[in-house]
Every structure is written in structure tokens, then in C-alpha cells.
């Protein structure tokens, strides 16, 4: 099978597309054809090793295992042994496990893994959107979000911001998006119900207070957006922020009860995917899509990722659907 393979660390010019062996399945294990994938911060992460501590997971000099991908759709190609949940052909969609293998034409599972029957009448590369709907809504189940509470999303135009900004408004909570000038009608779009161009004037500054303030670019700080909080209100950022202050907050917030930091650590799972799958068929969720990128050319979606300027998904069409 085809592979994008990074035998290193480094920037996109490293990546290789080669072929590989193609997996096979385990009992217990489905192999699906990929159809469609994305590049997100978490790949381009991975690619360069970053933040320098991940590398005693990922390999101290080389990467342990050298394909990236963490969205997936695609159709099952083959089943394992005592495999009951699922036949040959479904279109499922899901994460692979520690984010890894995407990037190629097939990729095995566990049946039990973060994979469900695909939401139904969605072509592929609508639907690789678990990534940003997982960090998000990890999140926001950390918050306890509910009706009647007030949340600022700081980058709201992202995968997770973009999701955050959908599920926090199926939670029913009362949304502040704030996105540079480009973004205001897709924050609008999405449901929230007030924005804020952060390039016209400072966030920090408005007169108004939140439950819940989530940076989802990991690009500001509690100390710049603590004015903002309600007297019991909580922080969180998806970075790890200057001098890796934000988790450092949250441990001291937690032995010290004030809970006014969070930096909950995601884990990946089928109930997920099939939350994710049950919101996209009542029309409470889709994707943003901002570019798609054949297979062959990967690296260039890396670079784009790179720049920090995508809104929603880069998605690449490992195999595109005719």
C-alpha cells in the first residue's frame, strides 16, 4: 500500500511517499481502506517532535513508528476473527489508536476502538472531523457546560475551536467566538451568539464576564484572561502555553481546590465517534473544511497547517470517492 513516511523528525520536505506492507488484522481487528484523512496540529506536532519532552513516547531519536493520521474515513476491506460488530464494506469513520497510521490507503483497528458506522448520506471527507469534536469536547465535559452558562472560545476558527463552538451551542450554552476579521460570518454561521474580531480590539478588554474562558489555540494565557472569569470561573487552553504554565496551573488549581485552571488529557473512544455521529445526523454538527489535498500532495498540507491560518480542516483524499 501507499504511505506518507517520516523515518525522522523534521519539517514536511522529510516526508516520503513509499510502499509500504499493508496490516493485517488481528482477531478482534478490522483493516479499512482510507478514503479520506487531514493534517492537523497534532500531526505537524508529531512530525517535529514538539514539544521536545513527547519524544520518550514517540522515539528519543527516531520516530517508533513513522505514519502520522489520526482522522479517518473510509470502508472496511477485511475483519478478523470474532469480529461481530461490523462486515466487510461498512463506511465507518473514527481516530486511529495514538493517532498514528492514517496517513496511508489502510489502517487496522481494534473493533472496540474509536470507530462507528459512518453518519449516513456523508461523503467522506465530511465526516474526518473527530479530532477537533474529541479535544473540543473533552473540554467542555470538563466544564460541565450546561444551559445558561456563558463560554469564550479564543480561536474559535480551528478544528477545535470550530467544534467547540458547535457543541458548546448543543450543551446549550451562551457563545463568544473570537476569530480575526476573515472568520466573523463562519463564527456567525456556526451558532455563535456574539463575535469578536480580536485584529479590531482586545478581548480581554470587553465588559463581560464568563463561566467557562477555552483558548483552542493554546495562544493567550490565565493571567491575560482571568478579568474575564466569573468569580468561580474556569480557564483552560489546549497548549501547554508559556513556560508550559498552563498545566503547571492546573495541578497547583487542583491540589489547592479552586479549580480555576483545567487541562484535562483526552482519551479516545467508540462513544465518542458515536456522540460525534449522532450530532452530524440531527444537523448539530459539521465539518468546516478549509483546503483538500490529494495523497501525493501531503507535504504541502503540512506547510499550510504550519502557517496557523486554516479554519475548520485540512482534509486529504487518500482515496477519493468517485
Not at 29 to 55: Q, Y
Not at 266 to 272: A, V
Not at 290 to 314: M, N, P, S
Request: glycine residues 8%; negative net charge.
Amino acid at each position: 500500500m501507499k504511505a506518507v513516511v517520516n523515518e525522522r523528525y523534521g519539517s514536511p520536505d522529510i516526508l516520503d511517499i513509499r510502499e509500504i506492507a499493508a496490516p493485517k488484522p488481528n482477531p478482534g481487528e478490522i483493516l479499512i481502506k482510507v478514503h479520506a484523512t487531514t493534517v492537523g496540529r497534532t500531526d505537524s506536532c508529531a512530525l517535529r517532535a514538539h514539544p521536545f519532552f513527547v519524544r520518550p513516547y514517540t522515539g528519543l531519536l527516531r520516530p517508533k513508528r513513522t505514519v502520522l493520521g489520526l482522522d479517518f474515513a473510509g470502508t472496511i476491506e477485511a475483519v478478523g476473527k470474532d469480529v461481530s460488530k461490523f462486515t466487510q464494506g461498512d463506511r465507518v469513520f473514527g481516530l486511529t489508536p495514538g493517532g498514528y497510521g492514517a496517513h496511508a490507503e489502510y489502517v487496522c483497528l481494534s473493533e472496540n476502538g474509536a470507530v462507528s458506522a459512518m453518519p449516513s448520506g456523508k461523503p467522506f471527507h465530511e465526516v474526518v472531523v473527530c479530532e477537533g469534536a474529541w479535544y473540543a469536547d473533552t473540554y467542555l465535559k470538563k466544564f460541565n457546560l450546561k444551559p445558561g452558562h456563558k463560554i469564550l472560545i479564543y480561536g474559535a476558527s480551528g478544528a477545535i475551536g470550530t467544534s467547540a463552538v458547535q457543541l458548546s451551542k448543543f450543551y446549550g450554552a451562551e457563545v463568544t467566538a473570537v476569530v480575526s476579521t476573515p472568520h466573523l460570518e463562519l463564527a456567525r454561521h456556526l451558532g455563535a451568539d456574539h463575535v469578536i474580531d480580536y485584529t479590531a480590539e482586545d478581548f480581554v478588554q470587553i465588559d463581560e464576564s464568563f463561566d467557562f474562558v477555552l483558548d483552542a489555540v493554546g495562544k493567550t494565557s490565565f493571567f491575560q484572561c482571568r478579568q474575564l472569569l466569573k468569580p468561580e470561573g474556569v480557564f483552560a487552553a489546549t497548549d501547554l502555553g508559556l513556560w508550559w504554565h498552563i498545566p503547571i496551573l492546573a495541578i497547583w488549581s487542583s491540589l489547592t481546590g479552586s479549580g480555576r485552571v483545567v487541562f484535562p488529557t483526552p482519551h479516545s473512544s467508540q462513544s465518542i465517534v458515536e456522540f460525534l455521529k449522532a450530532r452530524i445526523e440531527a444537523g448539530e454538527f459539521h465539518a468546516v473544511i478549509d483546503r483538500k489535498y490529494l495523497l501525493r500532495d501531503i507535504a504541502d498540507a503540512y506547510r499550510y497547517v504550519e502557517t496557523e491560518q486554516k479554519a475548520g480542516i485540512v482534509v486529504i483524499e487518500v482515496m477519493p470517492e468517485t
